[in-house]
């Protein structure tokens, strides 16, 4: 577009340039705007486009998956993809077993974390840095080195085969939590603290009545991500738990794969089925999960 | 504050913390009878002894879902109908995890009572105690012949058997039939060596400008060198009889600087281009008619029934042969059924396996799976079983021709995970970085190093 093939040139010089410089500043404004908007629009697509494929993908035939060149949209939409997906495993019985560990890990973490961090973060105590500095050691070490010995003492005190492998380590703390629960305390007014000692309140006290209501985007934060990790998590389950009967949705979902075959339309339609809670969670929640993510503590300023 | 309100508040914080301690105990009671209709049983190994009639087994496989899950519960049904002392639960478990959770519950003391295992690794799992010596309760001398005799080689460890084969699979290679008769071919004469192979693959070949509208074939499409390589070396693997490594004999590097060349008519780019389109396994090239030739495990004839339109019209041929009479070696895998090491009830186990792999049952598993059964009779009955329609059959007889010829690769004791280090060097000769002798002359030095390491 030439911008400025409208603009007459030379008449009562000064108030025309004045406007012509207004006038051009609020067309780059524009220009620019409009610039963002493409860029986010095709980042958003470029995001997005997995997601609209897994739709697609739940919604076609095996023979229109398998044939090539692939096609954007199904020939057909076949919602039946859905019926059938919920009937090939106990979909709604698995989905409450999921419930079930997410709510008491959500739980879990978010009051231990809450409660560690509060005593690393407000509390003077012998140690301490050290302690810290222990903790957040303990995020350097591979999940995979713990996993077998970690499975032999939860075999030892008999606890396989049950949930709670899966949801008590979730009430003792976790480095990442802590160190992010710990930052957001930070923030936090010492002088509230000591005038709330002043009168007498001791810190459990503080903790439940003034810092929890204070940090709760931080909360939110914990919260959403122990949903997702426990909502999507599938070593845990699968190595834990023994009954077909108690399986999570991960686990339900892996059984559309075969030695040989996939039945991708079936494993797409179950993935947006299991996908939906996230997703609403993250829509209700996304106000407080980016204030919750801010660790430089934007109250403070 | 008065003193009291103040202990109210303490009392508060006390119930808040010790809440989820307490919820956590109680989901322990919610979650053993979840859906509250199982009869009560006793949570771990139950009721094993302590009835004294009957005995209960777990059972764990990877089949999950369709016609190989509903078989096998099938089976397990009228196995449980039959004992009146053995009681079987079968239990799914993710196909691959399955053997990451196997491994942490036999480490942990409670693995189930029979796993279906790869048969590539059985030594091994032998070898660290993972799996139960089965020859204590073979009793008939000639079980082992009731199997292909490659695959009751990979069970043995130190002269004794640690598993019993399922099933197993071969590799061929599937044709497009109307493909053949557009390009002139005779598609009841598909190409028996690797020459004719190749003038098939120019006859298939369609292409319009710089694209490709047909691959007559590709050679590592679905096929690895190793399995070239192993049909040009007269079945001689990546280690010979006696673990003598055998990775740059003369044939070897002949086969690897044959597929090189396939790669060059080609060109790198077509091939990447196609891989990146197909290599995700979603979308089907042979099923497409991009590909007019591709190579297989013989149980793709599962995929082609399910997905493949009606009208594609398609055969099967074996592996051709290097040179004519050097014989149409190709390779397969397949799974085992172990009972892992101290579980309660290994013979109540073995038992169980006997009728997994007996004739009945195993011809039963190959009808609806159309999967290649371990037992020999088994796949004979299915070659012209009256409830199989006419293709089913054929590639039944296919299997019978195949795996004659079909070898099975278990891991060494002496190489454990040698296979990256001879496909590092193999992938730097498809990249151009290595010619074919370079390559396998490195591999095979790397190669013996690890054995060296492991004597």
């Known amino acids: 577009m030439d911008l400025t093939k409208d603009v007459p040139a030379n008449e009562k010089a000064e108030p025309k340039v004045k406007k012509k410089h207004f006038k051009s500043r609020k067309r780059q404004q524009l220009i620019g705007k409009i610039l963002v908007y493409i860029i986010l629009i095709a980042v958003s697509l470029v995001l997005l486009a997995p997601l609209g494929w897994m739709l697609s993908t739940s919604l076609k035939s095996m023979e229109e998956i398998v044939s090539f060149p692939p096609t954007l949209l199904p020939e057909t939409f076949r919602w039946e993809n859905y019926a059938f997906t919920v009937q090939a495993f106990p979909f709604f019985n698995y989905m409450q077993n999921t419930l079930l560990i997410t709510a008491f890990v959500v739980a879990g973490n978010v009051l231990s974390n809450s409660f560690i961090a509060y005593g690393f973060a407000k509390i003077d105590f012998p140690g301490k840095n050290i302690l810290f500095a222990l903790v957040l050691a303990t995020m350097m070490v591979p999940g995979f080195v713990t996993m077998i010995p970690q499975y032999i003492l939860f075999t030892q005190i008999g606890w396989v085969g049950t949930y709670l492998p899966l949801i008590v380590p979730s009430f003792f703390g976790s480095a990442f939590y802590i160190f992010l629960m710990r930052q957001f305390y930070m923030s936090v007014n010492n002088e509230l603290i000591e005038a709330a000692q002043m009168d007498g309140a001791n810190h459990l006290y503080i903790w439940s009545r003034?810092?929890?209501?204070?940090?709760?985007?931080?909360?939110?934060?914990?919260?959403?991500m122990s949903f997702n990790g426990a909502w999507n998590d599938f070593l845990g389950p699968l190595l834990y738990i023994t009954r077909e009967e108690n399986y999570t949705l991960q686990i339900g979902l892996q059984s559309f794969q075969n030695q040989s075959t996939t039945q991708w339309n079936y494993l797409m339609a179950g993935a947006t089925l299991v996908m939906i809670p996230t997703i609403l969670l993250f829509f209700f929640a996304q106000k407080y999960f980016i204030e919750g993510m801010d660790l430089t503590g934007g109250s403070k300023g | 504050m008065s003193t009291i309100a103040w202990k109210k508040h303490i009392k508060r914080g006390l119930i808040l913390t010790s809440t989820p301690l307490i919820l956590a105990a109680c989901a322990d009671d919610a979650e053993s009878d979840p859906a509250g209709e199982d009869t009560p049983d006793t949570e771990e190994n139950a009721g094993s002894e302590n009835s004294g009639e009957t005995v209960q087994l777990e059972f764990w496989s990877f089949w999950g879902s369709g016609p190989r899950r509903e078989t096998i519960e099938a089976i397990i049904e009228d196995f449980n109908n039959e004992n009146d002392n053995i009681e079987v639960e079968y239990v799914y478990q993710p196909w691959g995890d399955i053997w990451t959770k196997s491994l942490a519950a036999i480490a942990g003391g409670n693995a189930p009572d029979v796993i279906v295992q790869d048969i590539n690794s059985v030594r091994q799992r032998a070898e660290a105690e993972q799996a139960t010596n089965l020859q204590q309760f073979i009793e008939d001398d000639s079980f082992s012949e009731n199997f292909y005799p490659q695959l009751w080689d990979t069970v043995i460890y130190e002269d004794e058997a640690y598993a019993v084969p399922f099933n197993t699979d071969t590799q061929v290679i599937f044709y497009n039939k109307d493909a053949f008769e557009e390009a002139g071919l005779d598609p009841e004469s598909p190409p028996t060596t690797w020459a004719e192979l190749e003038e098939d693959a120019r006859a298939l070949d369609i292409q319009s400008g710089d694209d490709w509208e047909q691959i007559g074939f590709y050679p590592?499409?679905?096929?690895?060198p190793d399995v070239?390589?192993?049909?040009?070396?007269?079945?001689v693997s990546w280690f010979d009889d006696e673990g003598n490594v055998t990775i740059n004999t003369p044939e070897k590097v002949a086969a690897l600087e044959w597929m090189l060349e396939q790669q060059d008519h080609y060109g790198r780019d077509t091939i990447n281009q196609f891989e990146a389109e197909f290599g995700?396994?979603?979308?089907?090239?042979?099923?497409?008619?991009?590909?007019?030739?591709?190579?297989?495990?013989?149980?793709?004839?599962t995929n082609l029934r399910e997905n493949a339109p009606e009208d594609l019209n398609y055969g099967v041929f074996r592996l051709p042969e290097y040179e004519e009479g050097s014989g149409h070696w190709t390779w397969g895998g397949g799974f085992v059924l172990e009972i892992p090491e101290n579980t309660e009830n290994p013979e109540a186990s073995f038992e169980f396996l006997q009728y997994l792999t007996s004739t009945e049952v195993q011809e039963r598993f190959g009808m609806n799976s159309f999967d290649i059964m371990a037992n020999?009779?088994?796949?004979?009955?299915?070659?012209?079983?009256?409830?199989?329609e006419e293709q089913g059959q054929e590639m039944y007889q296919m299997a019978q021709e195949s795996l004659e010829?079909?070898?099975?690769?278990?891991v060494p004791l002496t190489a454990p995970d040698y296979i990256p280090l001879v496909n590092a060097e193999i992938d730097a000769a498809f990249l151009g970085e290595k010619t074919a002798q370079e390559a396998l002359?490195?591999?095979?030095?790397?190669?013996?190093?690890?054995?060296e390491q492991n004597q």
Do not use: C
């Open chain 2, 405 to 410: 010829t079909t070898v099975i690769t278990p």
């Open chain 2, 280 to 301: 995700s396994g979603v979308a089907d090239p042979f099923i497409s008619g991009l590909v007019a030739m591709r190579g297989q495990n013989l149980n793709y004839y």
């Open chain 2, 220 to 224: 590592r499409w679905n096929i690895g």
């Open chain 2, 376 to 388: 020999i009779e088994a796949n004979e009955n299915l070659t012209s079983h009256p409830d199989l």
């Open chain 2, 228 to 235: 070239w390589a192993l049909n040009a070396d007269e079945g």
């Open chain 2, 441 to 451: 002359d490195a591999a095979q030095e790397s190669v013996e190093n690890l054995v």
């Open chain 1, 210 to 224: 003034l810092m929890m209501p204070l940090t709760k985007p931080a909360l939110i934060t914990i919260g959403i």
